[in-house]
T-cell receptor, first 112, second 114 residues
Framework: QQPVQSPQAVILREGEDAVINCSSS?????VHWYRQKHGEAPVFLMI?????EQKGHEKISASFNEKKQQSSLYLTASQLSYSGTYFC?????????????FGQGTRLTINP | DGGITQSPKYLFRKEGQNVTLSCEQN?????MYWYRQDPGQGLRLIYY???????QKGDIAEGYSVSREKKESFPLTVTSAQKNPTAFYLC?????????????FGDGTRLSIL
């Protein structure tokens, strides 16, 4: 049930780009993306709905391919503030109820 | 400002002791959730409630209990049956999941064993 995120960790220099992938074995209704700083609460970034929709938030965007049951998060021209752990949450149907199941996270480190 | 308040921020449990983590929200959300996070791990669902006086077990409910007597409150009790309670606990709330709205998280409670 848990989606698989890749890579598990990535280190970038400020200004470089990164892609974080989220794959599920279950049919997805939507995908949520969150960023968490160490010891803090996860912060919502965006929701992707069915239909291959792509959304953006500052220089962070994402896509959702429902046929492949995958979502990707794109970070362009990364800033130091982008450091943290990124989680995808996949909305799936389990025993007749919608649930949000989170991946294990991708740790992103941005160096000056 | 609306939000979710978790207390305490840090909690220590003795062997054989039950402890209760508080979660209060003033966002008027129907749904509330408890997650457990271990170092380097994702968020695992303990319990969730979609409406007052109703709740369901998540993926790792053993050793935990909850109540939902008020819309604003969803306390989590970590019982002595939970043999490995050391973790970061996050409470969240949302409008019903299919409304395409995000979950809002509290700042968490870090629980450790003495």
């Amino acid at each position: 049930q848990q989606p698989v995120q890749s890579p598990q960790a990535v280190i970038l220099r400020e200004g470089e780009d990164a892609v974080i992938n989220c794959s599920s074995s279950k049919a997805l209704y939507s995908v949520h993306w969150y960023r968490q700083k160490h010891g803090e609460a996860p912060v919502f970034l965006m929701i992707l709905l069915k239909g291959g929709e792509q959304k953006g938030h500052e220089k962070i965007s994402a896509s959702f391919n429902e046929k492949k049951q995958q979502s990707s998060l794109y970070l362009t021209a990364s800033q130091l503030s982008y450091s943290g752990t990124y989680f995808c949450g996949t909305e799936i149907l389990i025993q007749g109820a919608q649930k949000l199941v989170f991946g294990q996270g991708t740790r992103l480190t941005i160096n000056p | 400002d609306g939000g979710i308040t978790q207390s305490p921020k840090y909690l220590f449990r003795k062997e054989g002791q039950n402890v209760t983590l508080s979660c209060e929200q003033n966002l008027n959300h129907d749904a509330m959730y408890w997650y457990r996070q271990d170092p380097g791990q994702g968020l695992r669902l303990i319990y969730y409630s979609q409406i007052v006086n109703d709740f369901q077990k998540g993926d790792i409910a053993e050793g935990y209990s909850v109540s939902r007597e008020k819309k604003e409150s969803f306390p989590l009790t970590v019982t002595s049956a939970q043999k490995n309670p050391t973790a970061f606990y996050l409470c969240a709330s949302s409008v019903p999941l299919r409304s395409n709205q995000p979950q809002h998280f509290g700042d968490g409670t870090r629980l450790s064993i003495l």
